[in-house]
């Protein structure tokens, strides 16, 4: 089973970026969406963004217009590039395909992303 590792996160201050990669241990080629989902203190895992195999994405309200997902199927990857932060952002991030996907389910460690001054 195909498994994720998360990296990128880190301390930024409001209006920061930061941009996260998730490398998956094997080829995500047949894994036709794949997502970044996150996860606040206290509250529920949440999906944040989706992308297609063809590069088609979606975005949740909250992120929309400040985020970017992306992929490399040639080197397993994907990318979330993360602009003008808020504190709401705060959150572990985890990549994983998209509900229904192949391999969905097997979540990785996350990384962590703090927005504070």
């Known amino acids: 089973q195909v498994q994720f590792v998360e990296s990128g996160g880190g301390l930024v201050q409001p209006g920061g970026s930061l941009r996260l990669f998730c490398a998956a241990s094997?080829?995500?080629?047949?894994?036709?969406?794949m997502a970044w989902y996150r996860q606040a203190p206290g509250k529920q895992r949440e999906l944040v963004a989706t992308i297609t195999r063809a590069g088609s994405a979606t975005y949740t309200k909250p992120v929309k217009d400040r985020f970017t997902i992306s992929r490399d199927d040639a080197e397993n990857t994907v990318y979330l590039q993360m602009n003008s932060l808020t504190s709401e952002a705060t959150a572990v991030y985890y990549c994983?395909?998209?509900?229904?996907?192949?391999?969905?389910?097997?979540w990785g460690q996350g990384t962590q992303v703090t927005v504070s001054s």
């Open positions: 994983n395909p998209a509900v229904g996907q192949p391999g969905f389910g097997s």
């Open positions: 094997r080829s995500i080629f047949s894994i036709y969406t």
